[in-house]
């Protein structure tokens, strides 16, 4: 089964804050995918990538910047935390198909800010 | 452009007995269909997908899903609900040849006891 593993369940850091979000999967997936997930708006895309050292904007890029040094690993980064920024944030992997292969997601991260 | 309508953002059950969730999409091509579910402080785990192989999809723990171009509907159903179907339960769309997903804005079901 594919794995996707998220660093940490739960944070709670201070508005103003530098923010790392870990993930890691290992099925040699192509294609990583950062979504945070708010009540009522569903999930929203903020970065994806389909290669090393590639990244694409999602939907909702502003105040989030991604990192991807190795293919397995997809960063995703919070410059300056603000309140608007709580939310769950779940990465996903994928085969780097045309469109009909799944995301597998990781258990998520529950970001709150301060 | 490519939506998903996810009809009903509340559904309740009795045990046992059948489940709907409703979906619409629009699409201008064929699309990739699926249905993820949700449970409580976890990640989004795939149900089933529909890839114009067959209309009618089977997912695991007894769900299915009938892709129906004309209505432009993928409703999920199950005959018979369990306890631990309570969740939340997503209906994706996948935009042909490039990475555009869309989330339905997902549907939370009760099951009673």
């Known amino acids: 089964d594919v794995k996707v593993t998220q660093s940490s369940r739960y944070l709670v850091k201070r508005t103003g804050e530098k923010v790392f979000l870990e993930c890691v999967q290992d099925m040699d997936h192509e294609n990583m995918f950062w979504y945070r997930q708010d009540p009522g708006l569903g999930l929203r895309l903020i970065y994806f990538s389909y290669d090393v050292k590639m990244k694409e904007k999602g939907d909702i890029p502003e105040g989030y910047s991604v990192s991807r040094e190795k293919k397995e690993r997809f960063s995703l980064i919070l410059e300056s935390t603000s309140t608007n920024q709580t939310s769950m944030y779940l990465c996903?992997?994928?085969?780097?198909?045309?469109?009909?292969?799944?995301?597998?997601f990781g258990d998520g991260t529950r970001l709150s800010i301060l | 452009a490519q939506s998903v309508t996810q009809l009903d953002s509340h559904v309740s059950v009795s045990e046992g007995t059948p489940v709907l969730l409703r979906c619409n999409y629009s699409s201008s091509y064929s699309p990739s269909l699926f249905w993820y579910v949700q449970h409580p402080n976890k990640g989004l785990q795939l149900l089933l997908k529909?890839?114009?192989?067959?209309?009618l999809v089977k997912g695991i723990n007894g769900f299915e899903a009938e892709f129906k171009k004309s209505e432009t509907s993928f409703h999920l159903t199950k005959p018979s609900a369990h306890m631990s179907d309570a969740a939340e339960y997503f209906c994706?769309?996948?935009?042909?040849?490039?990475?555009?997903?869309?989330f339905g804005a997902g549907t939370r079901l009760f099951v009673k006891a």
């Open positions: 529909y890839t114009s192989a067959a209309t």
């Open positions: 996903a992997s994928s085969l780097p198909d045309g469109f009909n292969q799944p995301q597998h």
């Open positions: 994706v769309v996948r935009d042909t040849g490039g990475f555009k997903t869309i």
